[in-house]
């Protein structure tokens, strides 16, 4: 036990001063209000354990910066100086996960709590940097810097001074070495470090910039968003997988929209949708997305379920009939030219934005229904009632009818008829027919004793523009 205590009082500080120790202060519960009682059981047991067995274990990130806001967070990581074959070892219900960065996920009290281990910088020990074959890309991204280092260490790799607060649930205090504290009650966003330089090691810290702001409503700092709109195009760098994962961060964030509004006026939205590239530049289209990511941002705020396929449906719609109007143009036949079309918006995205093939099914089918909503005639309309995707498509199209994209009247009779019981169906059905447009067209214009001429039967399947 002694030898273990040791082993941790002077582990991972090889890059350390001897003479000047880390310069951090203490924040007291009486300070910071922060009860032990607030953690999650889970990730309170985790740390308490890894205390217990002689490590160091902190409750660390987004989970103290939202208790500090007043928020619930989302979910509570732990960091420590035990590796991740010790964490491994105190705990049966763990694995091991990660590549570039080794994690370990503790199933604890029914959660699952992530264990980081305390990160060095690579650049500071050139042995491990050979070692470990780290090294940057001609951008200065990094793309491997999996090495361990000291408590102070990793609080300054982190990205924000408010994701770099560490709480000991055995003390209930906060350990706080960049000011973080500050930022917080100032609703204050800054980067760590010199912001060309971190925006260049890894740029989705751009990204994730723009999220936090409008996730917590809180100001980026002049001198954190300072250098974004030159270094915008460092994202086209970034792996499609993961740009794709930290956007879907964005999009579910519960305020899609304020952040998708501030990645236009930050230049950062270029390359990564083409909804956003052009649309968001036309009316019409601004609408359509405004009201998705509205609709979104209600759905998450209240824990409804939100579907990814929808949302990505939604933002890539306008690049798809952009492109069907094209081949339309080019005297191709309509449905084989909006099939063509889907295939060639969403093999086009992948390139930038690695949308996982899980969801094609969905977004295929949303738009590949939204003509067939015109065709009111016949048993068109009780075949589409019955796909399995009908209250998504039917959701899609009342936003294409809110957004002034089609006649909300389209809207209006599918709320009408998808409620009706089967006798007022055919009843709406057959107002539909031909004779009945005519009739209805009587009904509108024939003044008392006149008798009108009927006109030619009006086609039900009419095209989108």
């Known amino acids: 036990m002694i030898r273990k205590f040791l082993h941790r009082i002077f582990s991972f500080s090889s890059n350390e001063?001897?003479?000047?120790?880390?310069?951090?202060?203490?924040?007291g519960s009486e300070q910071h209000g922060i009860a032990r009682s607030r953690i999650s059981p889970g990730s309170l047991k985790v740390a308490t354990t890894l205390q217990q067995a002689g490590y160091s274990a902190y409750v660390v990130g987004g989970a103290v910066r939202d208790l500090l806001l007043g928020l619930k967070p989302k979910d509570y990581d732990v960091a420590t100086n035990a590796t991740p074959e010790e964490v491994r070892a105190v705990f049966r219900h763990s694995r091991i996960?990660?590549?570039?960065f080794r994690l370990v996920h503790v199933i604890s009290r029914g959660e699952t709590v992530e264990v980081s281990t305390f990160r060095g910088k690579v650049s500071d020990n050139a042995a491990v940097a050979k070692n470990m074959r780290a090294h940057t890309d001609e951008t200065g991204r990094l793309?491997?810097?999996?090495?361990?280092?000291s408590q102070e260490e990793d609080v300054r790799r982190r990205d924000f001074t408010i994701n770099a607060l560490f709480y000991d649930p055995g003390t209930e205090e906060i350990i706080d070495y960049l000011n973080g504290f500050e930022d917080v009650k100032a609703k204050r966003l800054c980067i760590i470090g010199e912001p060309e330089q971190r925006y260049r090691e890894d740029p989705v810290r751009m990204l994730r910039a723009v999220r936090l702001a409008a996730k917590l409503d809180i100001r980026i700092d002049d001198k954190t968003a300072a250098p974004i709109g030159d270094l915008a195009p460092l994202l086209l760098n970034v792996p499609p997988a993961r740009l794709f994962d930290e956007m879907l961060k964005l999009l579910f964030s519960g305020h899609a929209l304020a952040a998708v509004i501030d990645l236009r006026a930050r230049g950062l939205h270029h390359g990564l949708l083409p909804i956003l590239d052009v649309i968001l530049e036309q009316p019409l289209g601004e609408r359509f997305i405004s009201l998705v990511l509205k609709n979104t941002d209600e759905r998450v705020r209240q824990d409804k379920p939100v579907s990814p396929g929808f949302l990505f449906a939604a933002l890539l719609w306008h690049e798809v009939l952009a492109v069907w109007n094209t081949h339309l143009q080019a005297g191709e036949k309509t449905t084989p030219a909006l099939h063509k079309s889907m295939g060639e918006v969403l093999s086009a995205q992948r390139s930038r934005l690695a949308i996982p093939h899980r969801h094609d099914s969905i977004i295929y089918d949303i738009w590949s229904m939204q003509p067939r909503f015109q065709a009111r005639a016949g048993r068109k309309p009780f075949r589409l009632l019955e796909h399995p995707h009908f209250s998504a498509a039917y959701d899609f199209m009342l936003l294409r009818c809110k957004s002034g994209e089609i006649d909300e009247e389209l809207g209006q009779w599918w709320q009408i008829f998808k409620d009706a019981d089967n006798a007022s169906r055919e009843a709406m059905l057959l107002q539909e027919s031909p004779a009945g447009r005519r009739r209805k067209r009587r009904s509108?214009?024939?003044p008392a004793g006149e008798k009108?001429?009927?006109?030619?039967?009006?086609?039900?399947?009419?095209?989108?523009?």
């Open 17 to 27: 001063s001897v003479t000047a120790g880390p310069v951090f202060r203490t924040i």
């Open 452 to 465: 009108v001429e009927a006109g030619p039967a009006e086609s039900a399947d009419q095209e989108i523009s």
């Open 97 to 100: 996960i990660g590549r570039r």
């Open 143 to 149: 793309l491997h810097d999996n090495v361990f280092g």
């Open 444 to 446: 509108r214009s024939k």
